[in-house]
């Protein structure tokens, strides 16, 4: 019997709740037709233009993916810009888009958890309750170890990307509480400091944020580890794909496209290195 | 004849007018009294705790920065918040505070010009317009070359930070015509576009706005440099000493501290080493 | 030579410049490709599902329309919505969309200027000025005549839609001066009292606002003409196509589909017969 | 014992509770004493200056309205302005003015029971909760019937307007489930889907929004029938007459003057009649 | 000949022209018919139910007043509220009511030049400009005087009221240069301090304000006067009075009720009274 | 032991709970360090310049005010503005600065209770609930007196200041419900009227919401006296010292600055003396 797209969204909306998004959030389905057939389902962080080449060239019919393609709303779906062309290209191409963004973030089968499972943590709790939702996640690892391992151990456990992490703190000091939080987590410090942590791993870390706290700090803990936002959101895929095999009949593909934008780097400073 | 820190304050302003400092801005005295002595000046990009205590143990009387150190309005300065024991500090120690920002940015002896003399460039001319003043710059370097080339020159002209430099685009590409913005500038790809740059040098390039422009640009140019916020402000630094040196009979010194808030990194590629 | 899109959204856009048209109105290339070749044009009030129908029924690979597919922002275009499934529709059958709506309206050849001529108006001028264009029109009849007659041969004027023109004022009342505004018109009752007009042609007048300002008009001029709003609009198709067949040389259709949503009408009584 | 202006208000307010009105609505005494005596009550849908002639004409001394006269708040009753002629008229003639609106329109005796009734439907319930107050109704025909004969019944069944009724969809559809909403109401369509209605009754339906159903309606149920503002509302007037006099002894007239705006229409079109 | 109404609006709109007002004001004819005759006038600051008495057993045609009756807007003119009585009041017994407020504030024959006439000043300029009108006055004294012989000459000046004028300052300070303005004017101190003033007239001033405006001169000049509200606009009265019976031949008189709220005062310490 | 700021922030606290204030409000400490010692307190109602030289010249180490130094948030203490000043002021000094505002007027030993106490109420309960907290205080007098009697009375239990205590209402008018709120209380009318009170004592009161609140009141009660900010608030510190007094062994005195802003009166009216 043949899989239909509605069938797919309702085993998705079964393990990411569309009402545990967060209310400015655009979740659900962008393109497709709910009684279309599903053969095979791609599955990346995001739908770029180059994503949505490999889905066309690999006869993909349904794209999952966890950053929204029309986060603000458009008026054109005219090739003259980027997310017009995507749209074109999803549709002339009978490819269903689906997104689910925060409501898998805050899941159980989600970004907080694999992110949480990455950096071996264990008895996580929530972070912050935000519209009633748990997001991120703090926990404790099996033992005290030193920031500089620490960071080691989850670049390790993390997709790779090409600015690497970056820490704040000495490569020395002890770690043993950690708050995760995947994506851009720059206005959850307070909620970090409240919890105890003694370093926190999140992305897309400003200079003025991260100074404040770690000015708020005065050198000391909560320290601070930029995962990369792609990184720390791209390690929930494989979840994602173990969720939905197990619910469906059908081939799921993680992307071979890492679209994190940075290419190489210059210059970036090992533990140590740094005077 | 002792040097009043009025007459500081009169040179600073006509070198930075605040009234070119946008409309959000918070630039000035910060702490002090203009009747108040100057021997000794100190420059900083951050008026961090660890600048404050620096200030504190050379007896500078006028500490000079580039970021406010009050851009949100406060109502204590008591020492339980970073803020007020920055401000409790200075006013102990008798040190006035005085901030050039948005001012400095636009200014001919300001961050972007040093930017842009960094970066190699000549026949500048404004990025944009913002509340008519000129913000950032568009250069020609003086022939071209690879972008892997042109980082690596940037990077050994600007003050270096432990990330490094982040670059989105391929390594080999040639680029002649160069954006600079120091400092946060993902508000601003739409008038990088229409400039005609190669590769757009600024910092703080968070996942979603720096996609979004390289999936405008379909994979070529204008290619992006994060250069770190620190790196590409604090640049500008000497070029501030200078302009006061050769106005004001007074000691003139950069701080020692790095206010970046990075440490180290892991894993961070160089180019050529990510497939 | 083939003539492409490009080539026809040049000659919109010189007829009606999107720079005339309302801050807040959304003009301009909804789906397609500039590069894509046009052959066919269909030329309709509205872009509604049977509209799209129709275009991909006769090959057409360029709907113009007057009003917006896509006035508020959308960010998602799956089929379970009517918008949704008008643009896929639209892409999947490779035919562009181009609208030219409130530039339309203020336009020589547009929707205003057609409507004022369709009712038998000279020396017209602009009803009002609005973000500086000029907003419907006022003009003469070619000698003065009975409400009940003017608004009968409008009516023969006009493009025939179920529900008629509905009047308000005697039926024997005398009326020389005509302001008219295509579409909804119900904003603009003050300018049409400063113009001196016997009678105000407009659409989509509610009960409260045509009320009160029968009431501004203590039973006397200016009386209200609702002459339907697709009629009213409509009007200016033939307009349309001419403009574009002196430019073009392409085949043009104006939509066999009337858009209007009325069906059929119950009791509507003619002049004469209400007490 | 003579009747006082507060014993009538008491009665209308336990009819209409005040609380139960929108909190953007204007409800409740608009002129005259609490204490003046009151022999002769007039009914009307709206205080024209029509209605309020009538009423010093008559000797009425308390003149009840659905519609607000002030809606909008105002800052003069100089006569230069109806709204100020209105005022003043009813103050001059010692006529009170009171207002009973949407919570009337919510009301077990109020508006939407009395168009239920008119359009013939049983079991009926809320259409939707606005401000926790039952908006509209949903009821069932005695038996299936075509639209077309539908739509004659109500009109026999309301009070006649110059515009008649129109309606969307076939005349020779089948209905059997109505939702009605008096006045204007094209901001419930989305209730109505939910409703399962296969007409809805409402008026003052614009172009855009009632185009905008019958899209997403894809050409079926719900239709929809503007019923006009005046008919749809003024059937609610008996109701209230007699609601009145079996709780005051006093004489009670319902206005002679329609309130609708229009006067006569050109060219409506009967089921039919229009291809 | 009879004079009408808009003979006097005409007159009043003169002197004091409506688009002079402030853009939040509410100034005009209030009640009233343009065509009713005018014989008697009445003006007065305030149209409080005493003053629309005192109009009422005197014959008046016309109030003109400052303040206007409805700055807010108002839903209601039934007796039940003051201003709804008021307004009832007037409309019953024909009376016209005029406001001329921020427009008379402003103007030659105003509210700030009678201020400045009754405090001595010559060589008066606008004290600042608010929506390009000229509001308040800066101005000299014939010769230098003390602050308490400032304010005993005022005081005999003004029209008295019960809680007299306050001062803050020392009695014995000299003052030279005087602003003043008319009514509540405790948004002004800077323009007041920019002026070079030695002493500022207004009133209504609250303790925060002024106790701010104190702390800023550090004890010293601009010191301030609150001559009440009342007072220092009445003084306006004759003004008006003087300029209307030279226009117009009619009975003018100046209300006989103290429109200011207050009754007496206990304890209120004269110069030199107080530690 | 030595009392260290923490402590006496401790009990003030438990005194004034933070969460019983205003949400606008700004309470808690303002400068200094927890872990200060504290010898010497003093207590005023605000903190101007003049209190805290007093405070330097008496070898204070906490200064306690009931209004905030820092209401609007400031960008700098530089000391050309009087609020930098200020706190450079206390700075330097190593005063801390403590401010309880609107969880000091709600409080059992508050503001309004010790407003209460010397107007000698009794049986007294909350005049409104704002935010969930009990602003003011409604009471009555162990017997009827008349208003100027108890106008008298009042004037003699509260700190004397220069303008005395304003009246509106007739002197011989006969009062026994009393309502207070110390401080501007000129918005809490509907609430003074709704509790019955023959009189409100409060301060302030600006011309238009006192005028206003005597017309709705048609001449009769609720009456007003204005008993002067300061006045009517400062009362409340020698409750202040002997609550701390009680909780702490350390020097405590009210500051004998009296920050009211007005320093002599001209021509105010004693009871009976203005016709």
């Known amino acids: 019997m043949t899989l239909l797209l509605r069938d797919v969204?309702?085993?998705l909306e079964r393990l990411y709740p569309p009402r545990t998004a967060q209310s400015w959030d655009q979740v659900g389905l962008v393109t497709g037709d709910p009684a279309q057939p599903v053969e095979r389902i791609l599955l990346a962080l995001d739908p770029t233009l180059d994503v949505i080449d490999e889905a066309r060239s690999t006869g993909v019919d349904l794209l999952i993916t966890h950053h929204p393609l029309l986060m603000r709303?458009?008026?054109s779906v005219a090739t003259t810009t980027a997310k017009g062309a995507s749209v074109t290209g999803l549709v002339v191409a009978d490819i269903a888009l689906y997104v689910a963004h925060t409501n898998a973030d805050v899941a159980q089968s989600g970004v907080s958890e694999a992110l949480a499972a990455a950096a071996g943590l264990t008895d996580t709790r929530p972070l912050s309750l935000v519209e009633e939702q748990p997001l991120g996640r703090v926990g404790r690892l099996a033992s005290p170890m030193t920031l500089g391992s620490f960071a080691a151990a989850l670049y390790a456990a993390?997709?790779?990307?090409a600015a690497g992490l970056r820490?704040?703190?000495p490569a020395d000091a002890t770690v043993e509480t950690v708050a995760v939080l995947g994506g851009a987590g720059d206005d959850?410090?307070?909620a970090v400091r409240a919890s105890g942590a003694d370093v926190y791993v999140t992305a897309d870390l400003r200079h003025h944020p991260a100074l404040e706290a770690r000015e708020e700090s005065r050198g000391g803990p909560?320290?601070?580890?930029d995962a990369g936002h792609w990184s720390s959101e791209a390690v929930w895929l494989p979840?994602?794909?173990d969720a939905l095999t197990s619910a469906l009949r059908v081939d799921i593909d993680i992307s071979t496209?890492?679209?994190d934008p940075w290419t190489f780097t210059v210059g970036a400073t090992p533990a140590g290195g740094m005077p």
């Open 222 to 225: 909560p320290y601070l580890v």
């Open 167 to 169: 820490v704040s703190g």
């Open 188 to 190: 959850q410090f307070e």
């Open 257 to 259: 496209v890492r679209t």
């Open 73 to 75: 709303g458009i008026h």
């Open 158 to 161: 993390l997709p790779a990307a």
């Open 239 to 241: 979840t994602l794909r």
């Open 9 to 11: 969204v309702d085993v």
